[in-house]
Structures are given as structure tokens and as C-alpha cells.
């Protein structure tokens, strides 16, 4: 059990005295230097007045080492985002982290993608990855990088890197921007994405190539969403003349069209 050090460390990241968290919690400084010690093992009503306090699920300061745990990890708790919490049962973002404790943005290339679909939550299959650091990026948000194949996505150039920021609470998803997806049966997808969670059960998916008919992916079918923050290409993307455009408009406007008859027909 982990309270006593998580407490411990919660207090002194925030630079809080044992004065002022004993205040908070009406209690006494001793008595708060015993728990911090493990000298006294605090009862039921303890332990919600400290999952209050630092808004972390009662589980998570029992059961998980958050010394162990990087800056953006603490602060999606800090943030209400108990990602490491379902159920009975525990998941911890697998990640890596640098020297100095930040996370790394781990690189999955087009090779590595396959192995990601059942290896995305195994942290021995995610410290094989290569990392690197993007500076202009926040340490407090978690980044990973995946290669883009094919033509799909164009004018993004088939083999270009697109970073995501990791997204926790799927209905946050905006519709009409781009995220990269990890589904159970295609792998990972880097699409625009309507969300339709709420009302559907469903993301729907679009490709940038007008080409390419838009489809919904069930919210069951899904492991990972990732919010597109920025790519990485060797190549300048593709410059679209007017009848381009207008084509790829025109095929937008037919799938969603094909859409709305389905509808009507059910």
C-alpha cells in the first residue's frame, strides 16, 4: 500500500506544509505526520477526506506508486482524469519517460503498427519504441508519434509522422478535426472524425481524399484516440486546384447524401 508516500508526495509537489493540508482537513499536524509515516493507519473517513482533497480516486492512492508516476500522468489525475482506474480493475497508460521524469513521445513507424494493435497497453513492448522530444510541446500533456501510409489523408504525403496528444474522455472529441484512432479490427487510422458518441454509439470517420467514402467506427471497436497536434514529412503536401476541390466537396456532399438515405430507409 502506497498511501502514506503518496500523500507525502502529493503535499510536497504542491509545496504545501504539513500546517496547511492539516488545516484543510481539520486535523491535527501530528496526526497528519503519522499518516505521511505510516505510523497510524488511517480509517474510511481519512481516506475519502484525502481522495477529496487531491481529487485522486481512494484506489489510486492506495494501490499506485505516484512517485513512480510522470508530470503528465499526475496531471490528468490533478485534472479528474483517473485514467488508471475501471472498475475493479487497474490500467496505467503505458508510457515512457526521460532523466528527468517527462514523458517521451514515442515514435510508432509504419512496421511498428502492427505489433501496437495488441501491444499498446504492454509497457515492455512500449519501451522498445525509439522516443524523442518535441520542446514546443506541453510536459504536461502525452504525446506519440505514428507513421501515415497510403493516400488517404492527402495532401498529407503517404509515409508522413503525425503527433497526437492523448485523448481521455472521448466525448471531449471535436467534430470536423483530424485524430489518429486505434481500432480493433484496422488498426491505427489517422482520420477526421465526427462524434457521435452521445447520440450513436459511433465516431464517423473521413478521409481528406474525397475518394474515399466516409464510414462510422463503434465506440466498442476502439483502444486509443489521439488528437492531431502537428506532422513530420520529407515532401511539401500537394497544392489542390479548383476542380479538385470542387470534387472532393462534391463527394463529400454524395457520402453524406448515401448517409441520410440509409437513414430513411431503416
Sequence with gaps: MYFSANIKH???????????VAFALKTKRSTLNNYENGATVPNATVLLAFSDY?????????????????????SELERGNDVYIRGTGLRVLATTV???NDDNIELVNEKAKAGYVTGYADPEYIKELPVFQLPFL??????????????????LPDGSWVTGEFVTDWHTIVSGRPYIILTLNDGV??????????SEGVLRLYSLNS????????????????RFVNFIST????TETGDEATRRIVAALKGELEMIRRKLEK
Design 54 to 74: 487531491y481529487k485522486i480516486a481512494i484506489d489510486t492512492l492506495l494501490r499506485i506508486d505516484l512517485c513512480n508516476l510522470s508530470e503528465y500522468q499526475l
Design 189 to 198: 487510422v489517422f482520420k477526421i472524425a465526427d462524434n457521435l458518441i452521445r
Design 138 to 155: 506541453s510536459a504536461s500533456r502525452k504525446y506519440r508519434t505514428f507513421q501515415i501510409s497510403g493516400d488517404s489523408m492527402l495532401p
Design 10 to 20: 502529493l503535499r510536497k509537489r504542491s509545496k504545501r506544509t504539513q500546517e496547511d
Design 98 to 100: 526521460n532523466n528527468s
Design 211 to 226: 475518394f474515399y467514402e466516409p464510414y462510422d467506427l463503434h465506440a466498442g471497436d476502439i483502444r486509443e484516440i489521439w
Design 235 to 238: 515532401e511539401l503536401p500537394s
